[in-house]
Each structure stands twice: as structure tokens, then as C-alpha cells.
């Protein structure tokens, strides 16, 4: 996956919006998704472009996505062509959310927005790897946050 892979255009389910599954991924498991090819996050991004799901995402999480691979630590795993192709996949492909509700529930006043996404984005799940604040919620106004494996597992992907 990257800037230079052909990605079949979404089936008319897809385009219409139509799915019957809508997640949302973590930042962390986008961003891991383009360090390992062999990972579980890349298995559910490719999942999400081969049409098994719905993704939502928002401004919120796209601005998060060029914010962070910026910082040094995270430069070096990949190409800055390679976040640019992730965010024009999302933008061309996702269930972007408008409006974000302003909520309080985790620690982490990060996560958040993540949680509003997912409300407002009517998700069923939330996949993340944030065991001390996200997972520790289970639930969060209808959407079940769960691990990469988890819903890995959920999907039937090798």
C-alpha cells in the first residue's frame, strides 16, 4: 500500500454509503498500517479499501495524520508521499464526518475527538491499541472499542 499502489475504485455499495459495517481506526493503527505491510493495521486498511467496511474519519483525524508524521520519530518509517496517499484515500473513500461534538470522557483529552467521530459517524466499532484510556471504555454511545486483533478476528481476515 502506498502512493504508487493501484487501489480498484470502491463498488457501488461503497460509493453510495452504504456499507453495512462502519469503523473507525485509530490514528495510531493508520499510521501503523503504513510502517508493516505484514501488520494487523495494514490487513484492516486493506480490508476497509477492498470494501468490507465503511471507515469514518473527519478533518479532526486527517489533520492528526499530517500533524504527527511530522514529528521525527515517525518521519523515518515512511515517505511524506505516503501519509499524502493515505489522506486522499480517506478523503476520496471514507464516511467523513462534518461536526464533531465537543466531549470529555477519556484522560486523554486527545482521544476524544475519536469518540465524537465515532457517535456522530454511527460507528460500530472502534479499533485502537490504547489500552489505558479507549479500551478501558468498552463502549461509547453505541460503538464497541475494541483491539486490532479483535476486530481482525471480527472480519475473518487471514
Known amino acids: 500500500m502506498g502512493p504508487d499502489e493501484d487501489v480498484a475504485p470502491p463498488n457501488e455499495t461503497q460509493a453510495l454509503g452504504a456499507s453495512a459495517l462502519r469503523v473507525v481506526l485509530d490514528t495510531n493503527v493508520l499510521l501503523s498500517a503504513l510502517i508493516r505491510v505484514d ?8 480490508a476497509w479499501l477492498d470494501g468490507r467496511f465503511e471507515l469514518v474519519s473527519s478533518e479532526a483525524q486527517l ?24 489522506v486522499n484515500r480517506i478523503r ?43 479500551l478501558a471504555l ?8 475494541v483491539t486490532v486483533q479483535q476486530l481482525v478476528s471480527m472480519l475473518k481476515l487471514r
Open 39 to 46: 501488520s494487523k493495521p495494514y490487513q484492516l486498511v486493506r
Open 63 to 86: 489533520e492528526e495524520l499530517r500533524r504527527v508524521s511530522r514529528y521525527e520519530q515517525v518521519r523515518r518509517y515512511f515517505a511524506p508521499a505516503d501519509i499524502g496517499w493515505l
Open 92 to 134: 476520496e473513500r471514507a464516511f467523513l464526518v462534518k461536526r464533531l461534538s465537543r466531549i470529555d470522557v477519556t484522560d486523554d483529552a486527545g482521544d476524544n475527538y475519536l469518540l465524537a467521530m465515532a457517535a456522530a459517524g454511527e460507528a460500530e466499532y472502534l479499533a485502537t491499541g490504547d489500552k489505558s484510556d479507549l
Open 138 to 145: 468498552e463502549r461509547y454511545s453505541g460503538t464497541q472499542l
